[in-house]
Nanobody, 125 residues
């Protein structure tokens, strides 16, 4: 089992930046990847970014490519999502997830078995 806990959400003005953190605990030595998704009431869960834990390779969703970045502190089993140039349409609940399913697709939510409670990001215009 892996537990993940997100932090860092909040209310920001459009154009500003925010950093989300996700700390993993438990069976972290067997993790294959960690990812970020977001969800609004109107939309399905959208893939934002992920990192393959074995080598740090990042993946990004098309809607945030170039504006968001993912990084990690492997020693702390923590992954960060850096949100730049925020827009009102980035308003959503952001979820962190982890997977121990090796060679699974890190851009697809069904690959992840372990999910956090989510953190709200609200961008005002």
């Amino acid at each position: 089992q892996v537990q993940v806990v997100e932090s860092g959400g909040g209310l920001v003005q459009a154009g500003n930046s925010l950093r989300l953190a996700c700390a993993a605990s438990g069976a972290t030595s067997t993790m294959y990847g960690m990812g970020w998704f977001r969800q609004t009431p109107a939309n399905n869960r959208e893939f934002i970014a992920a990192m393959r834990w074995t080598d740090g390779n990042p993946y990004y969703g098309d809607s945030v490519q170039g504006r968001f970045s993912i990084s990690r502190d492997a020693a702390k089993n923590t992954v960060y999502l850096h949100l730049y140039s925020l827009k009102p349409e980035d308003t959503a609940v952001y979820y962190c997830a982890a997977t121990r399913k090796w060679f699974s697709s890190l851009v697809r939510s069904p690959s992840y078995a372990y999910w956090g409670q989510g953190t709200q990001v609200t961008v005002s215009s």
